[in-house]
């Protein structure tokens, strides 16, 4: 298959999985008429599709599919990779616990990575190509503007990490 059109695949069944879990919203959708309030014990995480196992994601405002703006949380377990990918649109990454090392670059190259704590705070540029590790479990907030797609550098790297996990 022509790699680019493999690839376009690929990023569409990881968008739409992630717009159609059933149960995976807290809010409605993302253009909120009232204020959005969550309790911290009303987020409740769900196995992120599309991602190895271990990796959990909520969806706290916004449709992925939509130009509008989202919220979503990971919780990675501890030594998570998400290889070289990048995104159509900026991504602000917030580490709410735990440490995310993030790079830039097409290879992820732990040498060359930074260490976010919570607190710590990344603003990755559309179509900047940039990976992410943990070190112990590690929750990180994302904010954007839709709709999301994800574009990994090289596919076969992610399905073979997916493949890996459910063995």
Request: glycine share 8%.
């Amino acid at each position: 298959m022509y790699r680019p059109l493999k690839n376009l695949l690929f990023i569409m069944s990881i968008s739409a999985s992630l717009i159609t879990l059933p149960g995976l919203s807290i809010a409605d959708n993302g253009q909120a008429s009232s204020a959005i309030l969550i309790k911290a014990n009303d987020v409740k995480f769900h196995p992120a599709p599309g991602f190895p196992k271990g990796a959990q994601i909520v969806l706290l405002r916004g449709d992925l599919s939509q130009a509008v703006p989202y919220t979503i949380r990971f919780k990675l377990p501890d030594g998570f990779v998400i290889p070289a990918h990048w995104h159509s649109t900026d991504e602000e990454v917030t580490v709410l616990s735990g440490t995310l090392n993030v790079g830039m670059g097409d290879k992820v190259d732990k040498s060359q990575s930074t260490a976010l704590t919570p607190g710590g705070y990344q603003l990755v540029p559309a179509n900047a190509h940039h990976y992410v590790w943990t070190s112990g479990e590690t929750i990180m907030q994302l904010d954007g503007m839709g709709p999301r797609t994800t574009v990994f550098v090289n596919p076969a790297e992610w399905n073979a990490m997916i493949l890996k996990s459910n063995a």
